[in-house]
């Protein structure tokens, strides 16, 4: 069974920076799309960045220009480095394959607290 784990969150100050890794055991990664997806108290879970296989990349439109969603397929490890964080990018970051039919189950994922 395909085991994600999240890590690099923290609490940082508004304008502050953090990037997050993610690993995937074994080589799923490799072979799918792959997306970080942050969920805030209250909220759903939401879509944030993606990357493909041949590394072509989408974002939500409030994180655009200041994160960056980067993937090493030898190391089955996708990145989030995020600039500029807001108090509203507070939240539970996961990663995860962008298909919802073959995605594995969630990570326990990695908590990001901006302090205003």
């Known amino acids: 069974q395909v085991q994600l784990v999240e890590s690099g969150g923290g609490l940082v100050q508004t304008g502050g920076s953090l990037r997050l890794s993610c690993v995937a055991s074994?080589?799923?990664?490799?072979?799918?799309?792959v997306g970080w997806y942050r969920q805030a108290p209250g909220k759903q879970r939401e879509f944030v960045a993606g990357?493909?296989?041949?590394?072509?990349?989408n974002y939500v439109d409030s994180v655009k220009g200041r994160f960056t969603i980067s993937r090493d397929n030898a190391k089955n490890t996708v990145y989030l480095q995020m600039n500029s964080l807001q108090p509203e990018d507070s939240a539970v970051y996961y990663c995860n394959v962008v298909h919802p039919l073959i995605r594995p189950d969630w990570g326990q994922g990695t908590q990001v607290t901006v302090s205003s």
């Open positions: 990357i493909t296989i041949g590394g072509i990349t």
């Open positions: 074994g080589s799923i990664f490799s072979r799918n799309a």
